[in-house]
């Protein structure tokens, strides 16, 4: 059963065997897992429960209604808009779909850089494929590319890199373009129509939405409630409060509340909050001489990749992927000159558009600010700034390469680029925060796994060092970034996480 | 968004002092003062002279201001603050250069257009998260409005609830 807050309307006090925060990729494995082990489980989810009734495709609708902060959740220095989904489901509502695991390299990285030694490639296979299974992973043919997608990999073909075409987790996609904004055909396969069904057919769970956990409370080591109140989902107004006592915990509420709540609660140690990774994506937008319509099809189905992963470094240099975008988002991540900018946009349907995704190291923090709320400090290294200028230059080559007749850069006050020469105007520009416009959609790392506490949040277990009774399991255990498409990784390292729990005695 | 630090606002206060005596003696009419719920009646003058300044030319701005703050009166209080906030500092940083003072929206258009755009690419962060603020708020409001999607052949959602 899933429940909102008006069913509760004097708030309430349960005892229940698990409760988890979070209903997103690591929530909504956990909650399936743990209840098909037999236990009884309740999920606390921040944001609403939104069927695909109520998905309207309308932009200034659906940003306030799926996102945290209406996604307008932004570094401290305006530089990076960090999206998340704030809804049953969680980010896996509003994602992409793109479905990408942990490659061999980066997991022998985190088993020999950072201890996490305690599964196998073996076991995270099986995780993997059970999660696959789930969510109706699939590969996109070259035939269902939309022009956009096509135009990019021609590009990236022309120019001698490798090209591919994406697994995805879209199952009968009638092809609204809309992914970003909530399916309302339920073809992409959330968490809200997967796992949590999985989960729901058990009998032994309950959802409840529109509750937001404030803290732990926790004694002598252990973690004997959480507490928080009800939300109206339009402006987050506080409602009636709740309490839940449980012998486990999940914690599964995103690379940035996740850290939070520990944070306020006084858990995780020295090393909560730190390690943010963001995998900051900056856009690309080219203008063709005839009709692209990037709106319409798969959005994001057909790659450039020039992504390196070893088992020294972990994952490195970039990937392009066309993207689809709306109005109101192409306008506002489109860097061009103002006027020049409606002009573009009178052009919409010739617009194609792509992301640059560069994986960082880790190196930001979520620290929480004095409304209660995170405060996200990040910093693009010089390193990571020379890689997306090194990625934007290559999609606009892939771009001109293809036939664009000119290229947008994401630099405030450069103009188009018609040609090669013209992207010289890359060798001065340096990657500004609120300049350039940059989004991320993968935070990760701010409860970092690891057998040491002190350097790590949780152990190789996902098992909080100083509270064992609560495992993390979510986007923000990952020791370094775990893959260019983090929903299958949480998803997986999730799996194994509830399974390690169901290895011990429930109490 | 960080708030400005308060040496800046000091500065901005003095810049605001000599911008109004300026502003008189070069004659600069204000816009109207509009009533407004949620911004007050400064707080919208100055949005509507942004949205005048970053809309194709006869914008209903108006229409879209209502919509603005129709949406932030419903929406979080905090994220409305921020937006007021950073439009004060506008208003009474925005105009003042090294040669005259003026409140932002008593500006001409053109030398809005520029102010807003110069801010881009400024040295000062504090002065790019406005203007980048004001960029997201008056162009997605523009671009998400039906009225404006035949002009740029945008067929509008699939799904009509
Ligand atoms: C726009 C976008 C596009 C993406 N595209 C892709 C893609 O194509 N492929 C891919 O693999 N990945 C993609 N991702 C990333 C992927 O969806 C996430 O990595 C993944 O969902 C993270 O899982 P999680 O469990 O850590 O957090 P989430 O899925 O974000 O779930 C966290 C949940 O916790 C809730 N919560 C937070 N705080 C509290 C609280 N205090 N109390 C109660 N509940 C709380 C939140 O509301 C949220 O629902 C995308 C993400 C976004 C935002
Ligand atoms: S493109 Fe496919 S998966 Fe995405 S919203 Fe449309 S129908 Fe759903």
Redesign the pocket.
């Known amino acids: 059963m899933i429940r909102g807050a008006a069913e509760v309307p004097e708030g309430f006090t349960v005892r229940t065997e698990v409760c988890v925060?979070?209903?997103?990729?690591?929530?909504g494995v956990a909650a399936a897992l743990l209840s098909e082990g037999g236990r009884e489980v309740l999920v606390?989810?921040?944001?609403p429960h939104v069927p695909r009734e109520r998905m309207t495709q309308r932009e200034e609708q659906m940003y306030p209604l799926l996102y945290?902060d209406g996604g307008n959740q932004l570094t401290d220095d305006g530089g990076i808009s960090v999206?998340?989904?704030?809804?049953v489901?969680?980010?896996?509502v509003?994602?992409?779909?793109?479905?990408?695991g942990i490659t061999e390299e980066v997991w022998a990285h985190w088993r020999t850089l950072f201890g996490c030694d305690r599964w196998s490639m073996d076991d995270l296979a099986e995780a993997a494929a059970d999660c696959r299974a789930t969510i109706g992973a699939n590969h996109v043919t070259a035939e269902q590319l939309n022009r956009n997608n096509a135009l990019l990999v021609r590009g990236g073909d022309r120019l001698g890199m490798r090209t591919a075409t994406m697994e995805h987790n879209r199952v009968g996609c009638v092809g609204s373009g809309y992914c970003?904004i909530g399916c309302a055909y339920d073809a992409k396969r959330s968490?809200a129509v997967s796992w949590i069904p999985r989960a729901l057919a058990t009998g032994r769970v309950m959802v409840q939405s529109e509750?937001?956990?404030d803290r732990f409370e926790h004694d002598r080591g252990r973690v004997v409630a959480v507490v928080?109140h009800l939300v109206r989902p339009a402006d987050g107004a506080k409602l009636a409060p709740f309490r839940v006592e449980a012998d486990t915990f999940v914690l599964?509420?995103?690379?940035i509340?996740s850290p939070l709540?520990l944070k306020v609660s006084g858990l995780g140690g020295a090393a909560v909050g730190r390690n943010l990774s963001l995998q900051p994506q900056a856009p690309v937008a080219a203008l063709f001489a005839d009709d692209v319509v990037m709106f319409r099809g798969i959005p994001?189905a057909g790659y450039v990749d020039a992504e390196t992963a070893t088992a020294e470094e972990g994952l490195g240099g970039f990937r392009l992927e066309a993207v689809s975008a709306t109005p109101g988002m192409s306008a506002i991540t489109t860097a061009l000159p103002t006027a020049d900018l409606h002009r573009f946009m009178t052009r919409y349907r010739q617009v194609a558009a792509n992301l640059c995704l560069v994986p960082d190291r880790p190196g930001g923090t979520v620290t929480a600010d004095r409304n209660g709320r995170p405060r996200i400090s990040y910093a693009l290294t010089p390193a990571v700034q020379a890689t997306m200028i090194d990625a934007i230059r290559t999609a606009a080559r892939c771009w001109l390469a293809a036939g664009a007749e000119g290229v947008a850069l994401p630099f405030p006050g450069l103009p188009m680029a018609r040609s090669e020469a013209d992207l010289a105007a890359l060798d001065r520009v340096s990657v500004r925060p609120a300049s350039t416009p940059m989004i991320s959609?993968?935070p990760q790392g701010t409860c970092r796994m690891g057998p040491r506490a002190g350097e790590a949040v949780v152990d190789t277990d996902l098992r909080l060092h100083d509270a064992p009774n609560l495992s993390v399991l979510?986007?923000?255990v990952f020791p370094t970034t775990a893959s260019s498409?983090?929903?299958?990784p949480?998803m997986s390292l999730a799996w194994l996480g509830a399974r390690a729990i169901l290895e011990r005695p429930a109490r | 968004m960080n708030g400005p630090s308060r040496r800046w606002f000091l500065g901005g206060g003095l810049l605001l002092v000599g911008g109004t005596l300026v502003a008189h003696a070069v004659g600069h009419r204000p816009m109207e003062e509009r009533a407004s719920a949620f911004l007050g009646s400064s707080g919208r003058t100055t949005l509507e002279s942004v949205l005048e300044a970053l809309l194709p030319d006869g914008a209903p701005v108006g229409e879209v201001a209502d919509g603005i703050e129709g949406f932030l009166a419903q929406g979080d209080p905090i994220q409305g603050g921020q937006l007021g906030l950073a439009l004060t500092v506008l208003e009474h940083t925005g105009g003042a250069s090294l040669w005259s003072f003026s409140r932002f929206s008593r500006r001409t258009l053109d030398e809005r257009r520029e102010i807003l755009e110069g801010w881009r690419s400024s040295s000062l962060q504090t002065r790019r998260q406005i203007a980048d603020a004001m960029r997201r708020v008056a162009l997605f409001s523009w671009y998400t409005r039906e009225q404006t999607w035949a002009a740029i052949g945008y067929d509008g959602p699939w799904v009509h609830p």
């Open positions: 925060v979070g209903s997103g990729a690591g929530g606390l989810e921040e944001g945290r999206l998340q989904g704030r809804v489901g969680g980010s896996t509003v994602n992409m779909a793109d479905v990408v970003l968490v509750a937001r956990v928080g599964a509420a995103g690379a509340h709540l994001q959609a993968h979510d986007a923000s498409h983090t929903q299958l949480v």
